[in-house]
């Protein structure tokens, strides 16, 4: 086992290194200059149509039902153990290149948005299907379709055997024992439980249920973090300082920091930004692509704020209060650093990290075991959705149990995978994406 996992890390190391980082932020440098900075100039449009949008087209659910469990499946763990892990392993400007990875994201989550609603279709229940799998088949053409197929079967993977089940089952079980001291097992049947609750209905469900879990956990997150920065206010602005000097500068040694050199900063950094807000990846249309909305273009700018939100502002907000706390070169790890930054603030910080840490993971089960289906419905049709739903809850009440890194690192591996021909799609669909984009501006103008 010990040389299978060495093997697969070297295989991970390879997947996600400079070649697929280098074309991940390429691809949003790309959209970016042919859509004319419109992340910028078209983010007040954007966060406004979020809750104004008139949900006139065909679909499943709303746009903010659609962004609700994109945004389920990408505020997770990711947010607060990969912040800190970046930080940890790149020093303060790990930050910064987050950041960078995150505004050229935007442009690339708006392409994906577009393309999904432009291209996706009606299955045989009646729902809508779509995502990379279907706009590499519909807009690249059949002679494509292998490289559908490999998409899908990746997505596939990940939601059964990655991102959407082991992770996250064993945060929460971790750190629910961790806090309250909860037996595994008495945890691992109530996740299991309300994962087949909500699973079991659907988009639409799944759509309730993250439509009011998501924008609460976010807030208290949030807000918590906000009281850290407040608490340490007279930190922010060397935390800040110290955040661009680390970009573009080696980080020294000091506490239990060894140092990392400006590579280390921007990969780290980079890295865990696509990872955390999964621009670029392909999984977030998959969501869009059930939006009731009439615009492809309306969509892609909803789609958009999500990575705003995810990276722009909740990365954000881990990393300085793990900055201004002073913990990100002590002897902590991961979540537990994020923890020691709240309990430095306030006296029930654990606790509702905890508590954030619990939805954060509950909800990317949720939202990665819709865009498994979707993946599934596209490789054997609507037959085989009850069977993955079952196999999907099984595997979430086994995830308790397995402490497997090889499955993880596989899971790793498979989701930069999923990248390859998501890029190859959108870059060579970027004049339709281009093309709506003017038709929804010349609507705009013109009512």
């Not at 492809?296 to 722009?312: K, N, R, V, Y």
């Not at 002073?326 to 537990?336: C, I, K, M, R």
């Amino acid at each position: 086992m010990d040389q299978l996992e060495l093997w697969l890390s070297r295989v991970n190391q390879f997947v996600w290194g400079a070649p697929l980082l280098i074309l991940l932020v390429g691809t949003g440098i790309f959209f970016t200059i042919r859509l004319g900075l419109l992340q910028v100039l078209k983010l007040p449009l954007a966060l406004k149509l979020i809750f104004t949008s008139k949900n006139e087209g065909q679909g499943d659910v709303s746009s903010f039902g659609a962004l609700a469990t994109a945004l389920a499946a990408t505020i997770g763990t990711g947010n607060i153990v990969g912040v800190a892990t970046a930080i940890q392993i790149g020093g303060p400007g790990a930050l910064f290149w987050m950041w960078v990875a995150a505004f050229f994201g935007m442009a690339t989550k708006y392409a994906e948005g577009v393309l999904a609603v432009k291209y996706r279709k009606v299955d045989e229940n009646g729902q809508m299907s779509g995502g990379p799998m279907i706009y590499i088949e519909q807009g690249l053409g059949k002679r494509f379709k292998p490289l559908a197929i490999f998409f899908a079967v990746s997505g596939v993977l990940v939601a059964l055997f990655g991102i959407g089940t082991f992770p996250q089952v064993n945060a929460i079980v971790s750190s629910v024992q961790s806090s309250l001291g909860v037996p595994t097992v008495a945890t691992a049947i109530v996740i299991t439980v309300l994962t087949l609750l909500v699973t079991m209905g659907g988009i639409k469900n799944i759509s309730k249920v993250t439509s009011k879990v998501v924008p609460m956990m976010a807030i208290v997150y949030i807000l918590t973090s906000c009281v850290v920065l407040i608490v340490f206010a007279n930190k922010l602005p060397d935390a800040l300082l110290l955040v661009f000097q680390s970009a573009f500068n080696p980080t020294a040694a000091s506490g239990g920091f060894v140092g990392a050199t400006i590579m280390m900063a921007i990969q780290t950094g980079v890295a865990r930004g696509v990872f955390s807000n999964e621009s670029g990846l392909g999984s977030a249309p998959i969501a869009a692509a059930a939006a009731k909305v009439k615009w492809p273009a309306e969509q892609g700018l909803i789609s958009m704020t999500g990575t705003f939100i995810d990276t722009l502002i909740v990365c954000t907000l881990t990393g300085l209060t793990l900055i201004v706390t002073g913990v990100w070169d002590g002897a902590a790890l991961g979540a537990e650093m994020t923890q020691t930054a709240f309990d430095a603030a306030m006296p029930l910080g654990s606790l509702i990290l905890m508590l954030c840490l619990v939805l954060f993971a509950f909800t990317t089960i949720l939202g990665w075991n819709y865009y498994g289906e979707r993946c599934i419905v596209y490789l054997f049709g609507v037959k085989s959705i009850l069977p993955y739903r079952i196999v999907f809850v099984l595997l979430v009440g086994v995830g308790a149990f397995i402490k497997l890194q090889a499955v993880w690192v596989l899971a790793d591996i498979v989701n930069g995978l999923m990248a390859l021909p998501n890029l190859i799609a959108l870059l060579a669909l970027s004049g339709v994406v281009v093309a709506e984009t003017r038709l929804y501006l010349k609507h705009l103008k013109k009512n």
